[in-house]
């Protein structure tokens, strides 16, 4: 069971826009920025998402993030069909002293 | 462009050490600002951080993986290691070199992987 709560899927359609979310705790989200990265099938996570909304170069203007309290959201606007993936949102946790994940949500666009 | 390969053993006996390497090309693994850690994640699940080694060399683990978990660094060969012992089947899994966005005294930067490998299945069975 991963310390960061994530949808185990979502889905949406061409074109639309899609969130995907991540709760966690004080020990963690509550007290860190929160960072995403994407899966594509058989591959290495890509780094997507920085300090809660930062995009590494090269990154589509299409994914952003955004942290409230001890919850952070992905979102990806004009869903394309190679943005079909696995998410992981990840941070900082004080009580692991170290870096942990969410269980990863895998998006479906229909 | 920053490269970095995983390379070792597929396959482990239970109770054996799991050994693997990764070699980092298009970059210095002496590079100020940067460290390195090894991330892992078993078939069909989540990403499960293993550990970090620290600009200056200094290792830190997982604490869940107790006192099973050694990172070394050769920088003469540009590389960092993992070494796993007693290894059981829960430790099957794709084993991920990455480099850490940063170094120094903010923990923030320490779950922020910018650069992957490939990822290399350590498979432990008898």
């Known amino acids: 069971q991963s310390v960061l709560t994530q949808p185990p899927s979502a889905s949406g359609t061409p074109g639309q826009r899609v969130t995907i979310s991540c709760s966690g705790s004080s020990s963690n989200i509550g007290s860190h920025t929160v960072n995403w990265y994407q899966q594509l099938p058989g591959t290495a996570p890509k780094f997507l998402i920085y300090d809660n909304n930062q995009r590494p170069s090269g990154v589509p203007d299409r994914f952003s993030g955004s942290k409230s309290g001890t919850s952070a959201s992905l979102a990806i606007s004009g869903l394309q069909s190679e943005d079909e993936a696995d998410y992981y949102c990840?941070?900082?946790?004080?009580?692991?002293?170290?870096?942990?994940f969410g269980g990863g949500t895998k998006l479906t666009v229909l | 462009q920053l490269q970095l390969q995983e390379s070792g053993a597929g396959l482990v006996k239970p109770s054996e050490t799991l050994s693997l390497t990764c070699a980092v090309s298009g970059g210095s693994i002496s590079s100020r600002g940067y460290s390195w850690s090894w991330i892992r994640q078993p078939p069909g699940k989540g990403l499960e951080w293993i550990g970090f080694m620290y600009h200056s060399g200094s290792t830190h683990h997982n604490p869940s993986l107790k006192s099973r978990v050694a990172i070394s660094v050769d920088r003469s060969k540009n590389q960092f290691s993992l070494k796993l012992s007693s290894v059981t089947a829960a430790d099957t899994a794709v084993y991920y070199c990455a480099r850490v966005r940063g170094s120094g005294q903010v923990t923030d930067v320490y779950s922020q992987f910018d650069s992957w490998g490939q990822g290399t299945l350590v498979t432990v069975s008898s």
């Open positions: 990840a941070t900082w946790d004080d009580s692991l002293n170290g870096p942990v």
